[in-house]
């Protein structure tokens, strides 16, 4: 069965810092990886997916995230944090050909200070 | 227009009672699903159904009773509420682009 793994429940830079949110899956078969970000009281965004094309995937809002399937890795970040990025990020995994569900981490609470 | 639409937004009931909450979608997926997210921020499948057929059951207590009437809805209803039903509800669906999810349910039980 597959899982998610997210290291820090928070992470908090400054504005014009480095994101790095880590995020480590476990898949018997190729997996499918996405981040979603989840604004307060708000719903689930997609903010990339990686679907065995490109192992360095660019999202929207400036994020990126690279698979490294030796590590077992699919670790999002971004250049230069702004303040409008505090929010809580997700990361999935799904098996497609599978249940095809979606299995997700516990989520990091990113803060962004001024 | 909302790609997967839920109602209500918020949802406040006692102890005991039986609600329900629905989901509709236009994007003419097959598969659609029902998350919840307790108050740690957790999110767990409960159920998905493909073309109205239920294909998982995640160890849900059988209080909770998804209904398809058709491919474009997946309702979620749940008798005699606990205290611990007090969650987010998401309704989402799957295409060939990827997973979509709805704005969520509120639910609190007091």
């Known amino acids: 069965a597959q899982s998610v793994t997210q290291l820090g429940s928070h992470v908090s830079v400054s504005e014009g810092a480095l994101v790095l949110l880590r995020c480590n899956y476990s898949?018997?078969?190729?997996?499918?990886l996405f981040w979603y970000v989840q604004y307060p009281n708000q719903g689930l965004q997609l903010l990339l997916k990686y679907t065995s094309a490109a192992t360095l995937v660019k999202g929207i809002n400036g994020f990126e995230a690279e698979f490294k399937k030796s590590e077992t890795s699919f670790h999002l970040t971004k250049p230069s944090a702004h303040m409008s990025d505090a929010a809580e990020y997700f990361c999935?995994?799904?098996?497609?050909?599978?249940?095809?569900?979606?299995?997700f981490g516990k989520g990091t609470k990113l803060t962004v200070n001024p | 227009d909302t790609a997967v639409s839920q109602t209500p937004k918020y949802l406040v009931t006692q102890m005991g009672n039986d609600k329900s909450i629905k989901c509709e979608q236009n994007l003419g997926h097959d598969t659609m699903y029902w998350y919840k997210q307790d108050s740690k921020k957790f999110l767990k499948i409960m159920f998905s159904y493909n073309n109205k057929e239920l294909i998982i059951n995640e160890t849900v207590p059988n209080r909770f009773s998804p209904k398809s009437p058709d491919k474009a809805h997946l309702n979620l209803h749940i008798n005699s509420l606990e205290l611990g039903d007090s969650a987010v509800y998401f309704c989402?669906?799957?295409?060939?682009?990827?997973?979509?999810f709805g704005s969520g349910t509120r639910l609190t039980v007091v």
């Open positions: 898949s018997s078969v190729p997996p499918y």
């Open positions: 999935a995994v799904s098996e497609e050909g599978g249940s095809e569900k979606l299995v």
């Open positions: 989402a669906t799957k295409g060939a682009r990827g997973y979509t």
